[in-house]
């Protein structure tokens, strides 16, 4: 997908500029430093606009194909940029079938895992729980055949590449470019010792995903929702 609004390149230097006056100074910006800080500003802007809500999507393996269990293991390995917002099925012909995250309302932990299945070699045709356990999802009882699984997640926006062609923009520098610049400038001025002036940025950076954020949810209410793995408009 192609985006309009600044790119990469285009913000870093719009940063370093800005970052310069407020230092009162002509040079002294490292390039990796602005990096750096426009992707964690995208990061903030992700989290601060509950992009997990709004981007949440069928999710394959790193590869592009699809999870698969392994006989014997317990462990699926968790998407590279997953974020968060796991929903597990397993497929029984076309059906989704879901596995239990939670219990009497409350996450399924490690705690209630050795608990009702403390037996790691016990095995079942489909697992009936699942608990995100470091860089894996856990399941129980183990599979004792492979299958296919669905995840329904969010994943993480694609960290920016250099120049001006795909992958030099994304949705938040498209929609949200003021705001992203303001954060990455909040950033750099942290690190930089420049507290007050970095707590400035960051409020105006805040302040106008906020206002997006509000804007989208309530043209949300007006319309179909948006479906699961669409972006806003």
Not at 36 to 62: F, K, M, P, R, S
Not at 160 to 176: C, I, P, Q
Not at 212 to 219: G, P, Q
Request: proline content about 6%.
């Amino acid at each position: 997908m192609s985006y309009n609004g600044p790119s990469f390149d285009q913000l870093k230097t719009l940063a370093r500029g800005i970052i310069l006056r407020e230092l009162h100074a002509d040079a002294g910006v490292a390039d990796d430093l602005l990096d750096l800080c426009v992707h964690g500003a995208i990061d903030d802007a992700e989290d601060y606009y509950d992009w997990e809500t709004l981007q949440a999507t069928v999710v394959t393996t790193d590869a592009g194909g699809p999870l698969v269990t392994t006989v014997g293991s317990r462990l699926v390995a968790k998407p590279a940029r997953y974020k968060g917002g796991a929903r597990l099925y397993y497929l029984a012909g076309n059906v989704r079938k879901p596995i239990a995250l939670s219990v009497a309302g409350k996450p399924i932990s490690m705690e209630w895992m050795r608990e009702n299945h403390p037996d790691p070699t016990q095995q079942a045709a489909a697992p009936v729980a699942m608990c995100e356990w470091g860089e894996n999802f856990l399941l129980v009882p183990t599979p004792s055949a492979a299958l296919t699984l669905e995840l329904d997640a969010a994943l993480r926006t694609p960290d920016l590449v250099a120049g001006e062609g795909e992958g030099s923009r994304n949705w938040f520098t498209a929609h949200l470019g003021q705001a992203v610049l303001a954060m990455a400038v909040a950033g750099a001025l942290e690190i930089l010792g420049e507290q007050a002036a970095a707590d400035r940025f960051r409020g105006l950076g805040q302040r106008q995903v906020a206002a997006r954020a509000d804007t989208e949810m309530t043209a949300r209410v007006r319309r179909t929702p948006v479906q699961m793995g669409q972006e806003p408009t």
